[in-house]
């Protein structure tokens, strides 16, 4: 099955296509332009079907047995349309601008049993079908099922052959459209011999009125008059409890950790001047706590090349995920289509490329690093090679069951030609402006060549506590609003509370600095100065919550199933973990970072 009719359009659509569509932000239900002579022709595009319960799993409308014409010419589609799964083609459907018709034939079929099979699988599924006019979409039930009773069981199921559509202008513009089928009977799919042959005639119904809305955008029922749920609430009591907790933890780390580095600094000084003619072994072998391992805490960590590239990717995608919530604020794109989200996230993740390898290159000079080309090239491979295998195997699943979900070649070789020739370049010349730029390290402390004994740690001070605290902590605070997310990503919510994400997205970055500050204090308490790596796993471990988390959200939260659904859900997933671990990481390294520089710049030493 073709899934894209004019090839030769997308070979135009490169790098300008993703500026124009994240400055318009086009996709269905946005404004539209399109004006209208009573009389003239409206195009109904028939676009996609699926379960209804599984966002991700579309097939092509004319996939299913209905009413097709012989030549099926396809719509040139923009960017995020596709990404998004869409694939719309001409209809069958006469609609003309303000002239009503009544139930006019569409046409006549003549179904074999595998046919009516087919339908009757997809009815069972609760499979939905979305139409476009105008931009607008229109979605509905392919068919009606029935359970009753449990002695006697009855299992009836139904075809809607009639569709009404009701469409409202304003002037010459279309400003609202959607189908029903009410005061309609189904055609009952039951009691067919395998021999048999159903004829089924299809029909519909066009209703123009008038309105008084002179925008879209004004229209308070939602683009698709309330075939999906329009709006999430908000639950302002579970927010609440998040900025509690917030300011709780912030209030820890601010007073009661100041108090005790305050303390910490006032003994250690006090000591350093009474300690006069003795000399700085000495001092060390009758001192403890942080101080005594001043001469240690800047030993440069081991795999310095893979942090480096951690904290550059890390540091774009806190970049990207600030720049798409500002856009969502701005209302720079359609919030209520993913396909417009996508195409921004893709133009920021290749313009951003240059974030990663700036701050990757820059701290790698810094810290002593010598093989520059390899970072560089590590840091651009550190989430493109995972991203590349984790789409590789769900595109996979979905190109063998047919989905429309899988993405042409046309449009994979526009995403690796964009990648080739903005993101990789940009990481490289990022790398060379951060190596060239890069100054000293500049150690408050100097660092002996031969490495301090680590005494033995408790087992409340191991990698795997801090990681559980420090993953647990930040992950608490963003649990509500996660459940928004995955609601709207994995289901059929439409999210537009972008200030109350902000927001959230604000304390999950100040939560994870000040847990990171903290636990540092704590591992470098007990003369444990290998810092580096930990802060990074500690509250990077909150990627790893956010996965076990869609693992409950898809067995206790939601009604998806099928391979092509779970594979894409947690491919996905997985990759958002890892997203969320870089990013975090990140913030808790260089918060560690300056924590330890403030702490050490303030000592009295030799």
Request: net charge neutral; aromatic share 14%.
């Amino acid at each position: 099955m073709t899934v894209l009719g004019h090839p030769r359009s997308w070979s135009c659509q490169c790098l300008p296509v993703l500026i124009l569509l994240l400055g318009t932000g086009h996709g269905p239900g946005v404004e539209g332009v399109t004006h209208y002579k009573p009389g003239d022709p409206v195009i109904l595009y028939v676009n996609k079907v699926g379960p209804y319960h599984n966002p991700q799993e579309t097939y092509h409308y004319y996939q299913l047995p209905v009413c097709c014409p012989e030549k099926i010419r396809h719509k040139s589609l923009s960017l995020g349309e596709v990404l998004d799964g869409d694939r719309m083609a001409e209809s069958l459907y006469d609609i003309r601008f303000r002239e009503n018709v009544e139930k006019r034939i569409l046409c006549h079929m003549q179904l074999s049993s595998a046919q009516v099979e087919q339908l009757r699988q997809a009815i069972e599924e609760l499979y939905y079908f979305e139409f476009v006019v105008d931009d607008l979409p229109i979605r509905g039930f392919v068919g009606y099922m029935e359970e009753s009773g449990f002695l006697p069981h009855s299992h009836k199921i139904g075809l809607w052959t009639h569709l009404d559509f009701h469409l409202e202008f304003h002037g010459d513009r279309i400003i609202f459209a959607n189908v029903s089928v009410r005061d309609v009977k189904p055609h009952s799919l039951d009691g067919l011999r395998s021999d048999e042959f159903l004829g089924l005639t299809h029909t519909y119904s066009v209703h123009w009125s008038e309105t008084s809305v002179e925008r879209r955008s004004d229209r308070r029922r939602g683009d698709d008059g309330g075939f999906f749920p329009r709006t999430l609430e908000i639950h302002w009591l579970s927010i609440i409890n998040s900025m509690v907790l917030v300011f709780l933890l912030v209030g820890f780390v601010a007073v009661i950790l100041m108090r005790v580095l305050r303390n910490d600094l006032a003994r250690y000084n006090l000591d350093e001047e009474t300690s006069s003619g003795g000399s700085s072994d000495d001092f060390d072998q009758g001192d403890n706590g942080w101080k005594i391992i001043h001469t240690d805490v800047f030993r440069f960590p081991p795999y310095r090349g893979l942090l480096c590239a951690v904290l550059g990717v890390g540091a774009q995608f806190l970049a990207l995920g600030t720049g798409i919530i500002v856009m969502a604020l701005l209302g720079m794109f359609n919030v209520h289509r993913h396909g417009a989200i996508n195409s921004a996230a893709i133009l920021l993740y290749a313009l951003t490329c240059c974030i990663s390898g700036y701050v990757s290159s820059h701290f790698y000079r810094q810290i002593g690093g010598e093989r520059w080309v390899w970072n560089i090239i590590l840091t651009t491979s550190l989430f493109s090679v995972p991203f590349f295998l984790t789409w590789s195997v769900v595109n996979s699943v979905h190109w063998a069951n047919g989905s429309t979900q899988a993405l042409p070649a046309t449009t994979i070789l526009l995403l690796l030609t964009v990648w080739l020739l903005v993101g990789f370049p940009l990481t490289v010349i990022g790398g060379i402006f951060g190596k060239n730029n890069a100054s000293p390290f500049d150690a408050p402390c100097r660092t002996k060549n031969i490495a301090r004994e680590i005494p033995p740690q408790p087992w409340y001070k191991s990698t795997v506590i801090h990681m559980t605290v420090g993953g647990f902590l930040p992950f608490s605070a963003i649990s509500v609003e996660l459940y928004y997310i995955f609601a709207t990503v994995w289901g059929r919510e439409q999210y537009t509370l972008y200030g109350i994400l902000f927001f959230v997205f604000a304390i999950l970055l100040s939560v994870g600095a000040c847990i990171s500050i903290a636990l540092t204090y704590f591992q470098l308490s007990g003369e444990d100065y290998r810092w580096w790596w930990r802060s990074v796993l500690s509250v990077g471990s909150t990627g790893l919550f956010i996965f076990l988390y869609s693992v409950f959200y898809y067995a206790r939260r939601s009604n998806m199933s099928g391979a092509v659904q779970t594979v894409e859900f947690f491919g996905y997933s997985l990759l958002t973990g890892y997203v969320f671990f870089l990013m975090l990481g990140t913030i808790s390294f260089f918060s560690s970072l300056k924590f330890i520089r403030y702490i050490y710049v303030n000592l009295k030493m030799d």
